[in-house]
């Protein structure tokens, strides 16, 4: 038989938090490899359309050893430059990453660690951190496959821009992040957009002279545990607000989309003989998005006059436009639908990790990252512990905290 390589610590994944809890390992001496699937940071790269731009300003892009530097720190990096970001991180300590290298399965063995089975061989390990981040695989309903053949279907993580589409109106499937800024993407491009409206917020992009992400910083909303958020863990379920990056940032408005010709609908109930239906949830889909958007605004007035910060008032928003009734029904051939994107979100895929520490629903039970399991571990997860673990804001922190028990080894476990 051959030789197993052994190593103290594997990292599966190499994005932004593999690489993270890597530089710790390397800093503290720790043996240790990152094994990752395709190429280095691939998904900022292969995963995001043409005109992808960060939410977050690029001064919350942060990580252990590391941060932008560039010119505009309160502008937002576009895919490519988050790409070699991630990928100069990589270059900045050298990592051990071990690119196109699956992970098959990982189980528990005997002597308290775990057997990894890889497309490069088999390895074994005293200690196993999961940073594969927590969409793995698209979603996309059942009821797509009665749309008719001529109409091309695309999930948001494989769009790419409004020219890759063939012609005619494109049917949106979705309001979060990707729904929305694709939406508008296909929207600013001329293209006659339908888009199909959710339960996703949405958040003013600057309020009273900042970025409102400046704003909830120091208002310490992305250090905030998800245990003393309302709602507690029940949190790691909810869709991000929607806003946009683009050309410097700004709101995104759906209601001024329909103002400009872009028809907007409530839930997709079905599809059927050419017809797409509708629940008739617009109207509260908009309204709802809107008081999430102005709660932060009242939270945001709130601390400036807690804290005595001396800044100009700002007008409150005004609803621009309002459906004068519900569209339940969509004739995709008499509105010559030409595509749908799919931007309903993806759903996770640990069948490969063969360890005990799942619930119901398939998702990995942990406190801060750390489970039941001795020597196991997540990280780069939404909400893993605080609103910023899983963007650039919170993953240092994160990967710090776990680096520290990961050096005292099997002892650090969350209770069963």
């Known amino acids: 038989m051959p030789d197993i390589r052994h190593h103290e610590v594997v990292v599966i994944g190499g994005g932004q938090a593999g690489l993270s809890i890597s530089w710790h390992l390397s800093q503290r001496g720790t043996d240790h490899v990152v094994l990752e699937r395709e190429t280095i940071a691939h998904e900022w790269r292969d995963s995001r359309w043409d005109n992808f731009t960060l939410v977050t300003p690029n001064w919350q892009c942060v990580l252990p050893g ?12 576009p895919g490519a430059e988050v790409y070699d970001f991630v990928r100069g991180y990589a270059d900045s300590f050298a990592a051990p990453v071990r690119e196109k290298v699956a992970v098959t399965s990982v189980t528990r063995c005997a002597d308290g660690g775990f057997d990894i089975a890889t497309t490069d061989g088999a390895l074994h390990a005293d200690q196993v951190v999961v940073a594969t981040g927590g969409y ?25 821009g409004a020219d890759a589409l063939p012609d005619g109106g494109v049917l949106v499937v979705g309001s979060g992040q990707s729904g929305a800024q694709i939406a508008e993407d296909l929207h600013l491009a001329g293209r006659a ?43 790691r379920e909810n869709t991000n607000h929607y806003v946009t990056g683009r050309d410097g940032g700004r709101d995104i408005d759906l209601r001024r989309f329909a103002l400009e ?8 109930r079905d599809i059927d003989s050419g017809t797409a239906y509708f629940d008739p949830t617009l109207t509260s889909s908009l309204d709802n998005a809107d008081a999430v958007a102005e709660g932060i605004k009242d939270a945001i007035d709130a601390y400036i006059t807690r804290t005595g910060i001396q800044v100009a008032t700002q007008p409150r928003y005004v609803p621009v436009w309002r459906p004068e009734r519900e569209r339940t029904a969509l004739d995709l051939a008499a509105h010559d639908i030409g595509a749908v994107v799919w931007a309903v979100g993806f759903r996770t895929d640990y ?12 998702h ?14 997540f990280l780069g997860l939404p909400w893993l512990h605080t609103w910023g673990s899983g963007r650039f804001a919170a993953i240092a922190r994160d990967a710090e905290f776990l680096a520290r028990r990961i ?6 476990t969350i209770a069963a």
Do not use: N
């Open 66 to 77: 590391y941060r932008y530097r560039g010119p505009e720190p309160d502008g937002f990096m």
């Open 136 to 160: 793995h695989q698209p979603v996309v309903p059942r009821c797509a496959e009665k749309l008719p053949a001529a109409i091309t279907q695309v999930h948001s993580s494989r769009y790419r």
């Open 193 to 235: 957009v339908h888009l199909v409206t959710g339960s996703a917020p949405r958040v003013a992009r600057r309020y009273r002279g900042r970025d409102c992400v400046a704003w909830l910083q120091d208002m310490g909303h992305y250090d905030r545990p998800i245990e003393d958020q309302p709602g507690g863990v029940g949190k």
């Open 261 to 268: 010709g872009m028809r907007l609908y409530g839930r997709l």
């Open 351 to 362: 069948s490969w990790l063969r360890v005990g520490v799942f619930d119901g629903a398939g």
């Open 364 to 377: 990995p039970c942990h406190q801060r990252g750390v489970t039941t399991t001795p020597g196991l571990y």
């Open 407 to 412: 050096a005292t080894g099997a002892l650090d």
